[in-house]
């Protein structure tokens, strides 16, 4: 007798599910990551710029370059908000796919385990209808030799 799991075909599919999970929350870690590098060149910039803004102030600045100064980090803090919220964005969308993962993990690994199961029983009772038929071989011997 060979094994055969009812619920196979419900497996593999939680199987695929799982695995197209599996990448779809690597797809949102690469976009998180993208949102978050672009985040912190902006940031570091941005700090640069400061950097090199309070340096000048120091030595003394004319208005015009004061003006423009304040304007490109002006500009630089808008985008800064902007990746912010890319940023954020892309940080809920990978933990809501984690955890859309976790749970086709655990739907996978439940109908794994009951397969498991039953492979399980269906050994144990192959085992026992082994044992059956020795038995009944075993008797008919002895009554056979007992006829003889």
Same mark, same amino acid.
């Given at each position: 007798?060979?094994?055969?799991? #009812?619920?196979?075909?419900?497996?593999?599919?939680?199987?695929?599910?799982? &695995?197209?999970?599996?990448? &779809?929350?690597?797809? #949102?870690?690469?976009?998180?990551?993208?949102? $978050? %590098? #672009?985040?912190?060149? !902006?940031?570091?910039? /941005?700090?640069?710029?400061?950097?090199?803004?309070? @340096?000048?102030?120091?030595? @003394? !600045?004319?208005?015009? *370059?004061?003006?423009?100064?304040?304007?490109? !980090?002006?500009?630089?803090?808008?985008?800064?908000?902007? $990746?912010?919220?890319?940023?954020?964005?892309?940080?809920?969308?990978?933990?809501? %796919?984690?955890?859309?993962?976790?749970?086709? $993990?655990?739907?996978?690994? %439940?109908?794994? /385990? =009951?397969?498991?199961?039953?492979?399980?029983?269906?050994? *144990?009772?192959?085992?026992?209808?082994?044992?059956? =038929? =020795?038995? &009944?071989?075993?008797?008919?011997?002895?009554?056979? #030799?007992?006829?003889?």
């Amino acid at each position: 007798m060979v094994f055969q799991y #009812s619920f196979q075909k419900i497996l593999e599919m939680k199987k695929q599910e799982k &695995e197209k999970r599996e990448q &779809e929350y690597q797809h #949102s870690v690469t976009q998180f990551e993208l949102a $978050a %590098k #672009s985040l912190y060149k !902006l940031l570091s910039q /941005k700090e640069q710029i400061e950097t090199l803004f309070s @340096g000048r102030m120091a030595s @003394g !600045l004319k208005i015009q *370059e004061l003006q423009q100064n304040e304007s490109m !980090l002006f500009h630089l803090h808008d985008r800064i908000a902007t $990746a912010t919220k890319q940023t954020d964005t892309a940080r809920s969308r990978m933990q809501q %796919k984690e955890t859309e993962l976790q749970v086709a $993990a655990i739907e996978w690994k %439940k109908y794994e /385990k =009951m397969k498991e199961r039953e492979q399980e029983k269906f050994a *144990e009772q192959l085992k026992k209808d082994e044992a059956a =038929m =020795m038995d &009944e071989i075993s008797i008919r011997n002895f009554v056979f #030799s007992e006829n003889r």
